[in-house]
């Protein structure tokens, strides 16, 4: 075979390896949206036979000097990414024992089954011996597949692929130190919830406002759908298939749509990955911190803007002409930027959810380093809360329990969390430099402009660069904290008198 | 490995190639009920991938050896069963060439786009050809796969396995003999629509109604669900996750209840199967006659019965009460009977019903079998709509081009149809002789005996026995036509003062 047909023999075993990825996805999503309550078993078994799958079509031998072969010869551009990229799941599959992989998956179902009895029973107790062996597995994967530094990074590299807990590690100091005293300085001005918004707000209503916002935002409806989960999320496969999905809550007005403007911006990214080079790595996202970049903008800096509302209060209130007839921009702004002490990650505002993120990934690192023991991390949980929240949770169903990362073996995905405030903020401003004044565009309902920004800038960049070689790319400096602390301390500091 | 190692091998084996069955279901309903229009491509792909794999693993040497070893080995009942139908699968798809297939599934989606446009534009011209090459490609697979008597039972075992034109084909020919004088009676009575049917039907209520009907009749929604589609189907991946599919028309009154009654048969066979094969050829339904016999009965002998409409109509009442109020039971059931002589197979009632498909059968032979050549199909169509029924299609679209499955390559899949309706009524007869007074039951709302007594005589035996062997144990008799044609002339001479 010439190089040519070598690349176009290795495209189709990717494009197949992708197919098995769209009917895991699609079996997936299915299982969260529409499979009746018996079907659990059933489709237990196909992901089961559909990983198993993957997995040996990935590390088949032939398969495997092909791509090693690729790898040695002179390739280029996109070439170069989608064998590249290729090669490391390749390795990372080839140097984990068969028999490590089907001692975690099997103990990451019951460490995942212990955890929900655990979390009713409110006792850690229960969990803590899971938790330990899917630790000490997970040091075993760890140390299978190989790391550079501290063995921190073999778990952060497969969410943030190349990122190094060497120099995210200070980043996230220092915003730990930055953000502190703000909190404090706002949580001593905190104010309860504006009684105008609690009623009954129609769920149809909710819904249909919803469809017509995630419209508005430029989510193309030909190439993706919204449905109810009990955990929302983004799935699909590919740009042309992309699935969002909510909840709906009676007693929340705005609960529900920012999940959906937050799942609209992970969808608008996926629809903007580049259709050209579809089943193959190049077309995946960069990773999850980029990922919740692009969901986090939206729903923050887009979503919870005074100019949002300018445009959006209006067109709401002819869902809900009653309710809402005396409600102002300004009230409207308040309320959804609300500052609370509050006990669950999930429901935090955009200032206090960073110092969640930040306790786990400290909590974290001291446990694959060995610091800390799992017997530790209730009591240590319950100090840094605190600490920087000052608060205390009355039980470790709303502490350490509250969670479900770990009970899946899921270690060094927080992060990532943060690291997408960092870098929403700082390519924000930038998207603000370039484009112009983007919240007065978004006061006429313009978010297209914004968006074209995000296609050229993100979206169809695809894999092409790592998330450091992008931020440094786009805005032409490396990742700081600036960005996000200059917004949410102009944000807040205003909205809080500071 | 000893006799049950083997065989516990061979089950891991079949039930992976389930599971990929389960996927590809899982992504083919989703394409037809869920998936945005832009996703088509990415889908086709990912099933091709699956559909390749499945291949791939059922012709795999190894496999067949196992299988071959265990064929030849003292097997009996459900080893017996999976042995010798993943046997017939295996040694079909290991005998026929890959070149074929490829040929064939790229000539069929090339025929299907061809049909599409040959329907629109009304011109069989376009579609000859296609259908033409499909015809030679379907014997080319006949030879291959060999087939035992007439050429026609090579297509026909694809859908009524062990099933032979030399003993269904008379059967038939008598049932069109005593089928047509039946037409002509009724049709010299005929009569229009009822006008207190001629108004708008709120899709949301037939939809709230239809979904209590299928509860009525057992369907259980924790194992199913219920959604939209252009063509109803009911589809799924076993007895514990089965998917009906409708479409609601607002000027109709009962012909999505009835599409939906009509699935609910299909899904209570499936759900019925037993549950402790699952993954295996014995969890699998018999035929796609028996198949039929189900939803039929359910349709026409349950649901366009007066006793059913006894117990339903003050229940649809409250559903439509200002539309339905001075309609009665009679009314009602004359309505959902009425016999016409028209066009359209799908749209057809159950006495003309037969006679479409008939039709069709008859065509099929005569070309398989070389007596009549492609072009000759408009001009005979027309001509034996012209005897059977006493009508001339206008056009071709209406005729001969009306149905999509010669344009897929379905050849010998027509018959099942009229199958499925005598077995369906001569397995009543012996339900109404086992269970009782069915109508009276129906009458109270009662389906539940007759379900349990379909349960344990049909359901739960999965594959267990043929289509043939079925009918004979449960009823005592070969497959006749007696049952249907009593069954037609004591419910229509009744109805039509015959």
Same mark, same amino acid.
């Given at each position: 075979?010439?190089?040519?047909?070598?690349?176009?023999?290795?495209?189709?075993?990717?494009?197949?390896?992708?197919?098995?990825?769209?009917?895991?996805?699609?079996?997936?999503?299915?299982?969260?949206?529409?499979?009746?309550?018996?079907?659990?078993?059933?489709?237990?078994?196909?992901?089961?036979?559909?990983?198993?799958?993957? &997995?040996?079509?990935?590390?088949?031998?032939?398969?495997?000097?092909?791509?090693? +072969?690729?790898?040695?010869?002179?390739?280029?551009?996109?070439?170069?990414?989608? /064998?590249?990229?290729?090669?490391?799941?390749? @390795?990372?599959?080839?140097?984990?024992?068969?028999?490590?992989?089907?001692? *975690?998956?099997?103990?990451? #179902?019951?460490?995942?089954?212990?955890?929900?009895?655990?979390?009713?029973?409110?006792?850690?107790?229960?969990?803590?011996?899971?938790?330990?062996?899917?630790?000490?597995?997970?040091?075993?994967?760890?140390?299978?597949?190989?790391?550079?530094?501290?063995?921190?990074?073999?778990?952060?590299?497969?969410?943030?692929? $190349?990122?190094?807990?060497?120099?995210?590690?200070?980043?996230?100091?220092?915003?730990?130190?930055?953000?502190?005293? @703000?909190?404090?300085?706002?949580?001593?001005?905190?104010?309860?919830?504006?009684? #105008?918004?609690?009623?009954?707000?129609?769920?149809?209503?909710?819904?249909?406002?919803?469809?017509?916002? !995630?419209?508005?935002?430029?989510?193309?409806?030909?190439?993706?759908?919204?449905?109810?989960?009990? &955990?929302?999320?983004?799935?699909?496969?590919?740009?042309?298939?992309?699935? *969002?999905?909510?909840?709906?809550?009676?007693?929340?007005?705005?609960?529900?749509?920012?999940?959906?403007?937050?799942?609209?911006?992970?969808?608008?990214?996926?629809?903007? *990955?580049?259709?050209?080079?579809?089943?193959?790595?190049?077309?995946? #996202? !960069? +990773?999850?911190?980029?990922?919740?970049?692009?969901?986090?903008? @939206?729903?923050?800096?887009?979503?919870?803007?005074?100019?949002?509302?300018?445009?959006?209060?209006?067109?709401?209130?002819?869902?809900?002409?009653?309710?809402?007839?005396?409600?102002?921009?300004?009230?409207?702004?308040?309320? /959804?930027?609300?500052?609370?002490?509050?006990?669950?990650?999930?429901?935090?505002?955009?200032?206090? $959810?960073?110092? &969640?993120?930040?306790?786990?990934?400290?909590?974290?690192?001291?446990?694959?380093?060995?610091? !800390?023991? /799992?017997?530790?991390?209730?009591?240590?949980?319950?100090?840094?809360?605190?600490?920087?929240?000052?608060? &205390?949770?009355?039980?470790?169903?709303?502490?350490?329990?509250?969670?479900?990362?770990?009970? #899946?073996?899921?270690?060094?995905?927080?992060?990532?969390?943060? @690291?997408?405030?960092?870098?929403?903020?700082?390519?924000?401003?930038?998207?603000?430099?370039?484009?112009?004044?983007?919240?007065?565009?978004?006061?006429?309902?313009?978010?297209?402009?914004?968006?074209?920004?995000?296609?050229?800038?993100?979206?169809?960049?695809?894999?092409?660069?790592?998330?450091?070689?992008? /931020?440094?790319?786009?805005?032409?400096?490396?990742?700081? !904290?600036?960005?996000?602390?200059?917004?949410?301390?102009?944000?807040?500091?205003?909205?809080?008198?500071?």
């Amino acid at each position: 075979m010439n190089a040519t047909e070598t690349y176009d023999d290795f495209c189709l075993r990717v494009r197949e390896l992708s197919d098995l990825g769209h009917a895991a996805g699609m079996l997936g999503w299915d299982q969260e949206t529409q499979m009746p309550k018996r079907g659990a078993q059933g489709r237990a078994s196909a992901l089961g036979t559909l990983a198993g799958l993957h &997995h040996e079509k990935l590390v088949d031998p032939q398969f495997a000097d092909l791509v090693e +072969s690729l790898a040695d010869s002179p390739l280029a551009g996109d070439l170069e990414i989608n /064998v590249r990229e290729t090669r490391r799941a390749q @390795l990372r599959a080839m140097r984990l024992p068969k028999q490590l992989v089907v001692e *975690l998956s099997r103990t990451q #179902s019951l460490a995942h089954e212990a955890w929900v009895e655990a979390r009713i029973a409110d006792d850690f107790a229960q969990f803590r011996p899971w938790l330990e062996k899917l630790l000490s597995l997970q040091l075993r994967v760890a140390d299978a597949v190989g790391y550079e530094g501290s063995v921190y990074n073999a778990f952060l590299d497969e969410f943030e692929p $190349y990122a190094r807990v060497e120099q995210m590690g200070p980043l996230l100091e220092q915003l730990r130190k930055r953000l502190v005293p @703000l909190v404090t300085a706002i949580l001593d001005r905190q104010r309860g919830p504006d009684p #105008s918004f609690q009623c009954d707000w129609d769920i149809a209503k909710q819904e249909a406002f919803g469809r017509q916002v !995630i419209g508005d935002l430029g989510f193309d409806w030909d190439a993706g759908r919204l449905d109810v989960s009990v &955990h929302p999320f983004c799935g699909g496969v590919g740009p042309d298939d992309v699935r *969002l999905t909510t909840r709906y809550q009676a007693d929340q007005l705005t609960s529900s749509l920012f999940g959906m403007i937050h799942e609209t911006g992970h969808g608008l990214y996926e629809q903007g *990955l580049p259709p050209e080079q579809a089943g193959l790595p190049v077309c995946e #996202s !960069i +990773s999850l911190g980029i990922h919740e970049s692009q969901s986090r903008m @939206l729903e923050n800096m887009v979503g919870r803007s005074r100019a949002f509302w300018q445009y959006q209060l209006p067109r709401m209130q002819e869902f809900f002409p009653d309710q809402l007839r005396n409600v102002d921009v300004e009230q409207m702004y308040r309320e /959804v930027n609300r500052v609370e002490a509050s006990m669950i990650r999930v429901e935090a505002d955009e200032v206090t $959810y960073n110092l &969640h993120i930040l306790l786990r990934f400290e909590l974290e690192q001291a446990l694959v380093a060995g610091e !800390i023991a /799992v017997a530790d991390l209730p009591g240590i949980w319950n100090e840094r809360m605190e600490s920087y929240l000052g608060i &205390h949770p009355a039980n470790d169903a709303e502490g350490v329990l509250q969670d479900i990362h770990w009970s #899946s073996g899921l270690i060094g995905y927080f992060p990532t969390y943060t @690291l997408g405030n960092l870098y929403a903020a700082q390519l924000f401003v930038q998207a603000r430099h370039d484009v112009g004044d983007l919240e007065a565009q978004f006061a006429r309902g313009e978010t297209a402009p914004l968006l074209s920004w995000l296609r050229e800038k993100v979206h169809s960049r695809g894999r092409r660069v790592t998330a450091t070689q992008l /931020v440094e790319e786009v805005t032409g400096r490396p990742l700081g !904290i600036d960005a996000l602390m200059n917004y949410l301390e102009g944000k807040f500091g205003e909205l809080y008198d500071l």
